[in-house]
């Protein structure tokens, strides 16, 4: 079992910058990829950035060059920081973990809001 807390999010102006951070506790070692959805307001979800134990990296190309997916070295945190945010960027953003035996785990949900 993986639980995964969500922090960060929040309202910004288009062009500011925004972070999330998600923090895992339970199994792990488990974990072979930590990342992050987002699912807009008419419900279509998109898989923003992913990062796997090895640190290879994954960006949706509507965000590729604004933001940035890390993971601390013990691997228990992942944190995703958004620049350059645009009134599209407005979602709920979930982390995930998917596990070497394939389960999938999900945070509770942080809003980020872009608007002026």
């Known amino acids: 079992q993986v639980q995964l807390v969500e922090s960060g999010g929040g309202l910004v102006q288009p062009g500011g910058s925004l972070g999330l951070s998600c923090a895992a506790s339970?199994?792990?070692?488990?974990?072979?990829?930590m990342g992050w959805y987002r699912r807009f307001q008419d419900k279509e979800r998109e898989l923003v950035a992913s990062m796997d134990s090895g640190g290879r990296t994954t960006y949706a190309d509507s965000v590729k060059d604004r933001f940035t997916i890390s993971r601390d070295k013990a691997k228990i945190t992942v944190d995703l920081q958004m620049n350059s945010l645009k009134l599209e960027d407005t979602a709920v953003y979930y982390c995930?973990?998917?596990?070497?035996?394939?389960?999938?785990?999900w945070g509770q949900g942080a809003q980020v809001t872009v608007s002026s």
């Open positions: 995930y973990a998917s596990t070497w035996s394939q389960n999938l785990y």
């Open positions: 339970g199994s792990i070692p488990s974990i072979a990829i």
